[in-house]
Every structure is written in structure tokens, then in C-alpha cells.
């Protein structure tokens, strides 16, 4: 049974880091591409970072490039998300997922690519 559980949520203030971990199993990890999704209150979910399954390749959403960095531990079978400069619009429950095809060599966007989920962690940031 694949699992992944989502940990490092909280409340914050504006500007300051939280780190988010993901934590796998039942699931050939290091064979897979791992996304992080971000849904608001009344919107839809929305693409964050993505990771090559080697880690070699990493692809962000314009909203995050350059605060948020994607990283994985193959060892761990574990994705991170560090997120910097953290503003009120992050305010979401951010999920992992993984990609529904091994050995990928692209990173995909569309949540509909992604066939395993975690249950989402809040992240909020207050002004």
C-alpha cells in the first residue's frame, strides 16, 4: 500500500521559512518524479515544484520561483519543500504527489499526471 504523509505545517508570520517534509512508502521512490500542489480556500489546486525522480531536475510555478526550493532524499524516500519569504498568499493546505509514470524524464504540472496523493499539511501565513 503506498503512502505518503506530509509533515511541517503551521502558522507563521509573513517573511519567515517553514519547511515541509514527505515522507513515502510502498512506492519505488527513487524511481519516481514527486510534485508538491497547493490548494487555497475556494480555488483550485495548484502546481508548486516538481522534482525529476534523480533529483536532477527540479520546475517551479512563477508564484514561488525563487523563495520555494524542491528537494528529495532518495535514502529517506522523503520530497522537502523549503519555502522562503513566505507571504499571506501561500496560505493553503500544500500536498505531495507522485507521478503516475516511473523514469520519467519530464516534469508535469497538471495535478492529473500525479496518481498518489498525501493528506495535505496547512500552511498559514499571517500578515
Known amino acids: 500500500q503506498v503512502q505518503l504523509v506530509e509533515s511541517g505545517g503551521g502558522l507563521v508570520q509573513a517573511g519567515i521559512s517553514l519547511r515541509l517534509s514527505c515522507t513515502t512508502s510502498?512506492?519505488?521512490?527513487?524511481?519516481?518524479?514527486m510534485g508538491w500542489f497547493r490548494q487555497a480556500p475556494g480555488k483550485e489546486r495548484e502546481f508548486v515544484a516538481g522534482i525529476s525522480y534523480t533529483g536532477a531536475r527540479t520546475l517551479y510555478a512563477d508564484s514561488v520561483k525563487g523563495r520555494f526550493t524542491i528537494s528529495r532524499d532518495n535514502a529517506k524516500n522523503t520530497v522537502y519543500l523549503q519555502m522562503n519569504s513566505l507571504k499571506p498568499e501561500d496560505t493553503a493546505v500544500y500536498y505531495c504527489?507522485?507521478?503516475?509514470?516511473?523514469?520519467?524524464?519530464?516534469?508535469?504540472?497538471?495535478?492529473?499526471?500525479?496518481?498518489?496523493w498525501g493528506q495535505g499539511t496547512q500552511v498559514t501565513v499571517s500578515s
Open positions: 510502498g512506492l519505488a521512490f527513487s524511481t519516481y518524479s
Open positions: 504527489a507522485a507521478d503516475s509514470v516511473r523514469l520519467s524524464t519530464i516534469l508535469i504540472r497538471s495535478s492529473s499526471r500525479y496518481n498518489y
